[in-house]
């Protein structure tokens, strides 16, 4: 349910260093589809269960990590809207013409926030040629395979000055912030935004090098499907960081890992209803182990060192 105009995280694209192995990770293991490949090599991908064309774009690079991610608004007359208060707020705009680097996708603008990451925005998408049942539907076409990941949901980028990424969410696409951990002197050092009753469609931490993405999170369909997840890692020997465990921090049932080229996933199900008349849920520095690995109830090293 979107609560501002800015739908969902709908598309976002990852350099990776191996094409062949890397696809065949979000394909066979995580359970996503190939949809087409376009004409310099990117292979577009979606979940059983999204209707839009494709969300995710992998691209063979010499680096892994973040080229950009995309939000889908409701109508073209909100898209002119936003790209006036984007530049209004201080960000360059640019253009991206209907079909041309994203098969299926309307015009797109795009513009670099002050963590370095550039975000786009666009209204409108093509329906992929399969897409979940619509009359008396089953629950899906095909049986979804591996960890049976339903749909891109969120990702954690990291990057300086997230005060101001926040600001930028809040007063230009009118998302709202359900959830912040503070350093003791009062500063931000992490922030959960959403535009929807989800407790997150993307998540910022504070660091001194732009543009870097912690992970993609993917959502599953229950806890059962997070333990199912995790057989899949132990048979088939993927890289694991942490669970199968549960965040305090929005309340999710999860478990990271890595694909082939080092880019972080995150297969997640659960959390609260977020409301933007909610109180703000806030966590001290001190407690973020917590926060963040409920079970364990401490912070797991690798689990902030590591990004792309």
Known sequence: MSLSGVLRPGLIQLR????DATL?????MLGLNEVCRTEDGRVCLKGYDEFDHHSVVLRLADTAGFDFAAFKVETEELLE??????EAFGYKVDHVPADSDQPGFGRRIGFTISTGHRLELYSEVEKAEQIPEIINPHIWVDPPRGMRCQRFDHM????????????????VLGMYVPEICNTPDGKRLASWITGSNKPHDLAFVEFDQPGKIHHV???LQDWCDVGNA???????????DVGPTRHAITRGQTIYFWDPSGNRNEVYSGGYTAYPDHPQRRWDAG??????FYYEGEMIPSFLSIIT
């Open 16 to 19: 990776v260093l191996d094409l």
């Open 230 to 240: 995790a057989d899949w890692m132990a048979r088939y020997s993927i890289k694991h």
């Open 24 to 28: 065949r990770h979000y394909t066979q």
């Open 81 to 86: 809207k936003l790209e006036k208060k984007v």
């Open 217 to 219: 999170g993917f959502l």
């Open 287 to 292: 407690e973020l182990g917590k926060g963040l």
């Open 156 to 171: 954690l980028l990291y990057g300086p000055n997230i005060a101001e990424a926040e600001r930028f969410c809040t007063e």
